[in-house]
């Protein structure tokens, strides 16, 4: 293989055979019978991923080292995730809230954007960036003269050639689309964007509801002319608009934005779906922890169908399966609940555990479950991942859109300094309402502060996780 591989990049040629995609539609959400509704999801041979995952470490690497790829994009990075995506936003919307400004968010969607992937622009982007010569010539080889045979209920189409697009599926594909729409931000004026692959969000901020609906515009005409010299194009159906502020600002407003694209008006919307969190325009998460609990509730429901069949090991994978995940999905977003929402999530956590081990519905089951399991509450996992997450962000493992909201340079370019015996605190923000107290750049703060020494100084994550837990499990023990 290493002689073949070899063969293939001296010669700048990507073998046919390796460029034929056996195509599964894959549903995801919405009436079944709607071709809009399905994400082709492309098979490609073993080999052919393979020879892929030593192209993207290369190219992923030079774009990286050259700092090519924009601060704004989270989206198939390292370091880079939903999480980071939506801390940022979060954050941000918080501050401008303390700020008594209001936030108008965009949230676009585009239409089939892997699959309208000009390919002739994307070879000229990465020409641009400075893939060269024979180089470009195997990235061009790659991705023209693909084609696909489309599987469906057993049986397989005649093959046909794709003239645009990228697979879904392989490796490089996901790489390309970063190149290919880097540059979207170039195109704006006022907004703050945030990408995640071709999820975007665009942020306007200001006190008058007609200064920031009047930016916004410019800058949705922007990115349309830019979707359109590029050959992609906004689902202006799905593409939806939202005030975020306190309640008293939204709930005074004299007169309501007009957001329009192309002569069509944006629908406005008062809660949303943006990278598997329901966002509401108070930012108040009770519509998310709602959804939350009728998801882990059908999870432990299943549990409980499932404890006369199966053994302990058993249900507990189905429970890490089915619920733990929901507990812990952005949870470092979506942390500042309230311990009312928070209450109600680790009652469903008890009932797991209960379940699981046989307990009864009375006072202290739930905590012997919970010791019998060893089972940290939800409460602790919250806590010790916004403390991982703290410990990234601060030695360099996280965005760069991240490390810079904290003001505590000499702490932020660790790299730069002997910080072995320091105080590694960072500066605490002052808060001028509660919401900034529930921005990252507050309670990431405050919660890494309040660390004892020695676990801020921890020399690795590895060592900081062994004294976090130390610290955690004193901390319950303490409550």
Known sequence: ???????????????????????????????????????????????????????????????????????????????????????????????????????????LDLKKAFDTIDHEILIEKLNMYGVKRHSLGLLESYITNRSQKCFINGTLSHSKPIKCGIPQGSILGLLFFLVYINDLPNCLKYCTPRMFADDTTLTVCGKSTHKISSALNHDLNNVNDWLMANKLCLNLSKTEYMLIGSRHSINNLVDNPCISVDGKLLNRVIV????????????????????LTKKISSGIGAISRLKPFVCRNTLISVYNALVQTYFDYCCEVWDPIGSVLSDKLQTLQNRAARIIMGYPNEHGCSE????????????????????????????????????????????????????????????LPFPKTEYLKKSISFNGVKLWNDLPIEVRNAESLGIFNSLLCATSLSRSTSL
Request: charge should be positive.
């Open 1 to 107: 293989m290493t002689k073949l591989f070899n063969y293939v990049i001296q010669n700048g040629v990507f073998p046919r055979d390796w460029k034929v995609a056996k195509v599964i539609p894959l549903h995801k959400k919405g009436p079944k019978n709607l071709l809009d509704n399905y994400r082709p999801i492309s098979i490609l041979p073993a080999i052919s991923k393979a020879f892929e995952s030593i192209l993207y470490e290369q190219l992923h690497g030079y774009l990286s080292n050259a700092s090519i790829l924009s601060k704004c994009q989270f989206g198939f990075r390292r370091y880079h995730s939903t999480t980071t995506a939506l801390l940022d936003s979060t954050n941000q919307w918080y501050s401008n809230m303390d700020k008594g400004l209001l936030n108008i968010v965009a949230f």
């Open 272 to 291: 949303t779906e943006s990278l598997g969190i329901h966002i509401d325009q108070f930012l108040s998460w009770d519509f998310y922890i709602e959804k």
């Open 368 to 427: 012997a479950a919970l010791t019998a399991l060893g089972w940290k509450t939800l409460k602790e996992r919250r806590f010790e991942s916004k403390a991982r997450l703290m410990y990234k962000i601060i030695h360099g493992f996280a965005p760069t859109a991240l490390t810079e909201i904290f003001s505590s340079a000499s702490v932020v370019r660790s790299h730069d300094y002997n910080l072995r015996n320091s105080d590694m605190k960072l500066n």
